[in-house]
Every structure is written in structure tokens, then in C-alpha cells.
């Protein structure tokens, strides 16, 4: 009936009552409250409501119940729901009825989630609200030493690749249809970048908020909107072909999310053979989705498949309106 799903990002993240933002349809996103009754009154419970787009009958979401210590093998749960039966959009003040497959029934109604979950003798009633997510390390400023890449004024330390880049809100960097490399070659480094996907709930898998952030112009960590979906390796924390994240950390599209990366250059003897493998940590939005992992090759896409001991950061472009922010680099070694 149920399956285990690690989830951590409801354990290190803070959180506020949501706002809708522009773009925004008022659903999505993460629910945070508690069992008010019945036997899973003393368990933590929260949701992730995702938005799918238009389906036969009206707008969908599909909700996911996580129930139990977020990482901790909380067990979870999804329901489907269309907007109501008339056809009027569920978006705002709008009102969603929900009925899932395993006895568990909610309504979303003005950013409040309310329900019941469990056998019919045993239900227990939930009441949710809307939460605001903010990783921990959003809007870290540079430590002394490093090189600020991205300042929200210029990006005056990228080359086009082939094409410029524009500054649009919030000092943000915004994909067209190219990628970015930096000017200058690194190698070991402690990196910090900041993203938001677009809000495409239409759109399914790669085409849903598609980039990716290359270390060293090499070595790629996904950028994707997969927001309530199970890590793989080609999806947001992913490092293609290579690992899968060892929890789902992905907040909703339209938020700022942050990676935080310690990377350690390959190293190579006198004639140029590769004596040690890259290492990678990865921690997004807080949460630790890659410990000390051994790269043993380049990724596809990047600016060269060839391993060297230095490179530039890259930023990919697939087509979608990604942005970024608050890039900086400092050198390690």
C-alpha cells in the first residue's frame, strides 16, 4: 500500500507561510501540519502537491503524503486530483477535491491541505498549510579568497558560449538559447550557485526545467524541476550516468535552491596520465546528495570529454528559462 521513499528536505530547511508569487498557481508546492486524530496523531506529517498540467477533466496535481521522520524511511502515499467538475481553474482561492487509491481523501482550499488517511475504522484527519521553503545557505556570501562569478550587476567573467547571457530580476542570470563558460579555468574548489527552474506543468522529465551545472566544464550535476519525484541519476542532483542523489532535496519550480560544492581536481603524473579521480560533495538546498564521490570520467555535454586538471565552470543550456544568481568560487589547495 505504501513505499518508502527517503525524503530530506523537510527536516533542514526553513520554512514560512507560502506566498503566491507570479507564475505561481497556488497549489504546488510543500505542505506542512499534523495529524489532529486517530491512531497517526503522533507521527509528523507533511506533502508535496505538484502540479501536472491539464489532463481529461481539468487541470491535475498529484499529492504525495509523506508520512513519519523525513530521511528516515518515511513511508509515503500519492493521491490524484482535477480541478472541480465544472472546468473552472483550481488556481488561488480555487478549491481541489482529492481522492486517492489507498483510503485517502483531502480538499485543498485557499492554501490549506485537510484529510483523513488510514483504514475506515481508523482514519486519521490531517490539516495542512502551505509552507514558504528557503534552503539554509540561500544568499551566502563569498568567504575571503574566493571569485565572485556572479554578482547580480555584471557577468562580466563569462565568455558567451557562443551567445550573452541577460540580467533580469533579482540580479539573476537567465538561460537563452546558449550556454555560459567562465573566463578563467579552475581546480579544486569550493563552489556556491543558486538556480530556480521555471514553472512548465505541462512539460514531463527532461523538458521540465532542463540545465545543468558543469565543474571544471566536465563534470555535470543536473538541473531539473523534480520536484516530488525519486532521485536518478538524470534528474535535478543527479550526475549523469554516474550517481544517483542519496535523497530527493528538490524544493518546488520558481524557488531559489542552492549547490554547494567541494570539488578535487583529477591529478595526473609528468606525461599526463590520470593518477587520481576527481572527487565531488554535493549538498542542495542544505542537504548532503553526494558525499566525497569518485568521478571516474567526464559527463556528456560539456565542454571537452577529456579530463584535465583544471577547467571552467559551465552552465547548460536545454532549451528552458532557468536562472541563476549568487555564483562564487574559491580556490582549495
Partial sequence: MWRVLFIGLMAALIGTLGAVGEDDDGIMGVYRGKFISGPLQTSPVSALVVAEGPQKGGESWNVILVVGEAGKDAKHVEMQALSPSKGEPAIGKGSVQFDGKVEFKAILDKGKLTGALGKKKELSDFALE??????????????EGAVVLMDGKTLDAWDAYPLKWNIVEEGAAEVCSSGIVTKEAFGSAQIHVEF????MPKERGQARGNSGVYVQGRYEIQVLDSFGLEPADNLCGGIYKQAVPKVSACLPPLTWQTYDITFNAPQFDAEGKKTKNATITVVQNGITIHENLELNSATPGGVSDQEAATGPLYFQNHGNAVRFRNVWLKPLG
Fill in 196 to 199: 530556480r527552474t521555471p514553472f
Fill in 130 to 143: 502551505r509552507a514558504e521553503i528557503k534552503s539554509p545557505t540561500l544568499g551566502q556570501a563569498p568567504p
